[in-house]
């Protein structure tokens, strides 16, 4: 079994609400699954830049291909829960 990388429990709930909830993420949040590292830097809370390494994790291993890596996916995803 791979070693988790840390994600404190605000970021595991931002990360829950867009891949559960299917809301749209924090600024943050959204520049991670859209795969946008320069973005993601530029919008880090003072704090959540250590923790990149866990939320990289957490798109990788448990976020669907078909929401993640462009807006189109991100707004497919999205709207998903607004017509179920």
């Not at 079994?1 to 924090?26: G, I, N, T, W």
């Not at 880090?44 to 390494?53: C, I, R, S, T, V």
């Not at 996916?73 to 179920?84: G, P, T």
Request: overall charge negative.
């Amino acid at each position: 079994m791979k070693h988790r990388p840390p994600c404190p429990p605000h970021l595991q709930k931002q990360f829950d609400s867009y891949a559960v909830d299917h809301k749209e993420p924090s600024s943050f949040m959204k520049a991670c699954i859209l795969n946008d590292l320069k973005t993601a830097v530029q919008r880090a809370e003072k704090d959540e830049l250590q923790y990149l390494p866990g939320v990289v994790y957490l798109i990788h291993w448990y976020l669907p291909l078909h929401a993640q890596g462009s807006e189109e996916a991100m707004e497919n995803w999205i709207d998903k829960a607004k017509k179920d």
